[in-house]
C-alpha cells in the first residue's frame, strides 16, 4: 500500500536533547513537507522540500533542522533551540504535478513529541 | 493567500446532513478553495477542491456562491465517524513544479451526535 510512514508515533525526551524525527512516503512525490499542531490550533509549516538535496524555511522553521538526501524520506530534528517543542509534528507529501492542477497532500498519522 | 473564516463548532445528527460554511470574502480569481478535515490526532485528510461550480465526490459536496465569498461543505449523511475537525483553505492553483503551502487555520469541529 502506499502512504506516509512516521515513527515512532509518540516520543518522549528530555529537555535539551535533540531528537530527529522519521519521514517516509513510497508515494513517489516530489514534495515534502513538516507541519507543528499545538492543541487546539491549526497547522503551521515548518519545513518544505520541492525536490531532493532542496528545502525550504516555512513560518516556523526556528529551532528546527531538517535533510532530504532521498526522495522518499526527509526527516526532521528538533534541536534544543526550540523553545516549546511538545507538540504533534505531522508529516506530508505532494506531487506537484502539471500546472493548474491542485494540491492535494497526503499526511502521516504523526507523531506526538512530549519534551519532559 | 485568502484568509477564511468558519464556526469553531457545529453538532449534527447522525444520518441527517452536515452543512459546514466558509466564508472567503477575499478570495481571488485563481484561488481555489480546498477541504480538508482531521480526526482527533490523526493526520489531515483531504475531501474536496473546486474554484467556482459546485463539485460533488464519494465523501462530500462542495456548494460555491456565484461571487465566490463563501463555500459550503456537505456531507450528505453524517455518521459518527464524520466528527473531526474540517478546515476550509483558499490557495492558488498550482503553476506547473511549484510547491503550494496549505495554510491551515482553526478549522471547524463537527460533532456527530447519534
Known amino acids: 500500500d502506499g502512504g506516509i510512514t512516521q515513527s515512532p508515533k509518540y516520543l518522549f525526551r528530555k529537555e535539551g536533547q535533540n531528537v530527529t524525527l522519521s519521514c517516509e512516503q513510497n508515494l513517489n512525490h516530489d514534495a515534502m513537507y513538516w507541519y507543528r499542531q499545538d492543541p487546539g490550533q491549526g497547522l503551521r509549516l515548518i519545513y518544505y522540500?520541492?525536490?531532493?538535496?532542496?528545502?525550504q524555511k516555512g513560518d516556523i522553521a526556528e529551532g528546527y533542522s531538517v535533510s532530504r538526501e532521498k526522495k522518499e524520506s526527509f526527516p526532521l530534528t528538533v534541536t534544543s533551540a526550540q523553545k516549546n517543542p511538545t507538540a504533534f509534528y505531522l508529516c506530508a507529501s505532494s506531487n506537484p504535478g502539471l500546472a493548474g492542477s491542485y494540491n492535494e497532500q497526503f499526511f502521516g498519522p504523526g507523531t506526538r513529541l512530549t519534551v519532559l | 493567500d485568502a484568509k477564511t473564516t468558519q464556526p469553531t463548532s457545529m453538532d449534527c445528527a447522525e444520518g441527517r446532513a452536515a452543512n459546514l460554511p466558509c466564508n472567503h470574502s477575499t478570495i481571488s480569481g485563481n484561488e481555489y478553495v480546498y477541504w480538508y478535515r482531521q480526526i482527533h490526532s490523526q493526520g489531515p485528510q483531504y475531501i474536496i477542491h473546486g474554484l467556482k461550480n459546485n463539485e460533488t465526490n464519494e465523501m462530500a459536496s462542495l456548494i460555491i456562491t456565484e461571487d465566490r465569498k463563501s463555500s459550503t461543505l456537505i456531507l450528505p449523511h453524517a455518521t459518527l465517524r464524520d466528527t473531526a475537525v474540517y478546515y476550509c483553505i483558499v490557495r492558488v492553483a498550482n503553476y506547473g513544479g511549484a510547491t503550494n503551502k496549505l495554510i491551515f487555520g482553526t478549522g471547524t469541529l463537527l460533532a456527530v451526535q447519534p
Open positions: 522540500s520541492q525536490i531532493v538535496n532542496d528545502f
